[in-house]
């Protein structure tokens, strides 16, 4: 359930995002009202208004089925924290892409709460208490690796020497987008971070 857009001569322009965060169990609705952001998370609904959200994160989340996926999280004053994921499962093993419909549907959700002069913080990729061990533990991964790699075709032996590279590129190939896009940042919302968005 992508973003839906409808507008005629007599109503302003409709958001509407929805996606289903497990293969089995109820789309997640939202839609930007005038005033506050309405939601339906599979039983439980409610509206947030946007004066009252205190903090936009989005990052960088990809999932176990190697799809690309970015999740923007709200925090009110009141309700529950609101998670808006750029995929939506179709089944155990396959999901669906809605990047341009999240984008599209983000960018107007930032706009609304900038403009309803509440004092919302935007912040963009991980907190800096999760990035800095991450991105620690990456590097001291792969520095490790490189050694391990280097010292086996030093040593002769041609196949684990590759073996351990292939193994540190596929490594470097996961871990480097993770590391890189979700630098912990605050953004104007006017201007979305592109590392955070499809």
Known sequence: MPVVSQADESEAEEFVYGYRPRAVGAVCAFRLGEHSLDWNL????????????????????????????????IWSQKGPKLEIASASHRSLVALDDQGPAFTHFMRELHARIAASGGNCRFEAGFAPWRWWPMAAVGVATGALLIYVAFNTLVGGDMSAGLLIAGFMLLFVWQMWPLIARNRPQRYDPRHIPEQVIP
């Open 42 to 73: 599979g039983g439980t609904s409610g509206s947030t208004p946007y004066p009252m959200m205190t903090m936009v994160r989005i990052g960088y989340r990809p999932s176990n089925f190697g799809t690309r996926r970015f999740i923007a999280e």
